[in-house]
């Protein structure tokens, strides 16, 4: 078997696709983590994709960041010496979460996004939905009722009820969400399908 690259790839990076420095495979960026060399040779997450320099992409799969570590890819990536944080997978974990959550905040204020079983069953009735949320501690039952309504549209079941009220800004539990079909919703999913990803539940 063909050992993946370890370099970075030389290719300027204007292309959908970015090759993982830990599987050597061509990957859409949605699916992908991007780091880069911060002041001081330090590796640094780029959640966003915005920061300066040339980045270093890993895809986001548990297997992915332990070969990472294991193998010094960053370093080597990078053509430098690189001082990573042995807590860089739990760092990455949480930015990425955070991601997630502020795009459903942002979804409320925009009016992209509604709570609460009656209106989220109204919604999934229009067939409209572009992401069900569920409560991952959220009651089989009430999350099975809406479940089989959703039909084809993406069902996201990886935040707790007390943090989806905070991202809504709200006190108590959130137990049902839904955001309707559109670039939001796109966002998020995309967002969410990394997070879940990383954790190996993909």
Request: charged share 30%; glycine share 10%.
């Amino acid at each position: 078997m063909t050992e993946p690259s370890e370099v970075a790839d030389d290719r300027e990076e204007t292309g959908p696709l970015r090759r993982c420095i830990a599987t050597g495979e061509s990957g859409p960026v949605e699916r992908m983590i991007r780091f880069v060399v911060g002041p001081e040779d330090r590796l640094v997450p780029d959640i966003a994709g915005r920061l300066p320099g040339r980045g270093i992409w890993v895809s986001a799969t548990p297997e992915a960041f332990e070969r990472a570590f294991a193998k010094r890819l960053f370093a080597r990536a990078a053509r430098r010496s690189v001082t990573v944080d042995p807590a860089l997978p739990s760092t990455v974990d949480r930015l990425l979460e955070r991601q997630c959550l502020d795009l459903i905040g942002f979804a409320r204020r925009a009016g992209e996004l509604v709570a609460g079983f009656e209106k989220v069953e109204a919604l999934l009735r229009r067939s409209v939905v572009g992401v069900l949320i569920e409560a991952s501690d959220g009651s089989a039952d009430g999350r099975g009722k809406l479940s089989r309504l959703a039909r084809d549209a993406p069902i996201v079941a990886l935040f707790a009820a007390s943090a989806l009220a905070e991202a809504m800004g709200r006190e108590g539990v959130v137990v049902h969400a839904a955001m309707p079909r559109g670039g939001l919703a796109q966002r998020f999913v995309a967002a969410t399908d990394r997070l879940a990803g990383l954790r190996g539940l993909a």
